[in-house]
Nanobody, 120 residues
Framework: QVQLVESGGGLVQPGGSLRLSCAAS????????MGWYRQAPGKQRELVAL????????IADSVKGRFTISGDTVFLNTVYLQMNNLKPEDTAVYYC?????????????WGQGTQVTVSS
């Protein structure tokens, strides 16, 4: 069973920074994409940032210039989200997401989520 374990969430003041980490474990043959989604109360889950095994990235317009996604380049099983200049509207549960081949098939996996709260 593939597991995604997130860490790094918390409470931060507006303008502050946080770094989220997500580590995948299990019998992973290949990773295609890893990234982050978020869901604020009363809103739909939305894409924040994705990184491919080739290093290409897709960053949501709402966080472009403030958030950076990165991952280990040898074997994409760990991904990081550096969040700078955080705003109250960034408050949400952040979920790690991965598209991987494991146990002979390609599937999408989700972490349990980590809370990010931006408030003074």
């Amino acid at each position: 069973q593939v597991q995604l374990v997130e860490s790094g969430g918390g409470l931060v003041q507006p303008g502050g920074s946080l770094r989220l980490s997500c580590a995948a474990s299990g019998n992973i043959d290949r990773t295609y994409f890893m990234g982050w989604y978020r869901q604020a109360p009363g809103k739909q889950r939305e894409l924040v940032a994705l990184i491919s095994s080739g290093g290409g990235t897709n960053i949501a317009d709402s966080v472009k210039g403030r958030f950076t996604i990165s991952g280990d380049t040898v074997f994409l099983n760990t991904v990081y989200l550096q969040m700078n200049n955080l705003k109250p509207e960034d408050t949400a549960v952040y979920y790690c997401n991965a598209n991987m081949m494991a146990y002979g098939k390609t599937s999408e996996y989700w972490g349990q989520g980590t809370q990010v709260t931006v408030s003074s």
